[in-house]
């Protein structure tokens, strides 16, 4: 697999989608590529629609299998890629969303699905991400997604992830709460787990997300449950995380037999 970052332009690439990734440069790139879209003066939203225009426009051919994101940035790819079906642009394109968010919004532009279970290679999966930091280690999960999310993206040969400005940070952490999918089975027990990890311990705060899984604000008083019928927990870190710490704290809990 083939992981790209992009924003109005192609950022960076390397072999791994979900394990850090050492560059030299990206990090300069990528802030020279924001000078220019701060300096357009575009909302965030305007922003978000650039990006995810331009990876349907870069990275989509006719013929091809796709893997759709979930979140505010991901809604532009699917959209882009309604557009250029139905004008003829792309043909013989199907397509895996990763939530019943896309594949609601996917159905409504006459986008054909398929699923994992008829198609488990796919060609190119695009989405967005909650914050990046400088070794491209993310975080992902807020929009409640996450285990459809990692099952589509890392079956593609290439993982498009398409951010704008606001989502690059020096250190994952206190900017946005890390999210973890849990099973619902003693899950108080899971998040007790996950708190005492040695990478973990006393560094966080441990939220069971409530109302909405699609957000990790507390909106509603019954606990979130994810489209899978999952919970999450929201770990919300008083320090930042280093970019060296991410991959070390993202194997422990990967470890965890409660963690999906």
């Known amino acids: 697999m ?3 970052l992009a924003s109005l332009a192609l950022l960076a690439s390397s072999t791994s989608a979900f394990s850090p990734i050492a560059l030299t440069s990206s990090r300069a790139f990528a802030t020279n ?7 357009t003066k575009l909302s965030q939203d305007e922003l978000k629609k650039l990006v995810g225009y331009k990876s349907i426009d870069d990275y989509v051919e006719s013929g091809m299998v796709v893997g759709l994101g979930t979140g505010s940035t991901a809604y532009f790819a699917v959209e882009r890629l309604g ?6 642009e792309l043909e013989d394109i199907v397509a895996i969303p990763t939530s019943v968010r896309t594949k609601e919004q996917a159905e409504s532009l006459g986008i054909p699905l398929v699923t994992l279970d008829t198609h488990s290679k796919l060609d190119v999966a695009i989405d967005g991400a909650d914050e990046v930091d400088p070794d491209l280690n993310l975080v992902k999960g807020g929009g409640g997604a996450l285990l ?4 589509v993206e890392v079956c593609a ?3 498009i992830v398409i951010v704008d400005e606001s989502k690059l940070t020096d250190a994952l952490g206190p900017g946005f709460p ?3 999918e849990i099973t619902p089975f003693c899950h108080e027990h899971t998040m007790r787990l996950v708190e005492n990890l ?10 069971l997300r409530m109302g909405s899984s699609s957000n990790n604000q507390i909106d509603g008083g019954e606990i979130a449950v994810t489209d899978n019928g999952n919970y999450f927990v929201d770990l919300h870190f008083k320090e930042p995380i280093t970019p060296a710490d991410a991959p070390v704290m993202a194997s422990e809990i990967k470890k965890l ?4």
Request: include cysteine; proline fraction near 5%.
């Open 2 to 4: 083939r992981f790209f």
């Open 33 to 39: 590529t924001f000078l220019k879209m701060s300096e």
């Open 83 to 88: 557009q250029k079906l139905a004008s003829g």
């Open 148 to 151: 459809r999310e990692k099952m």
């Open 157 to 159: 040969d290439k993982f």
């Open 178 to 180: 890390v999210p973890v």
């Open 198 to 207: 040695p990478s973990v311990q006393g560094k966080c705060e441990a939220v």
């Open 257 to 260: 037999v409660n963690i999906i």
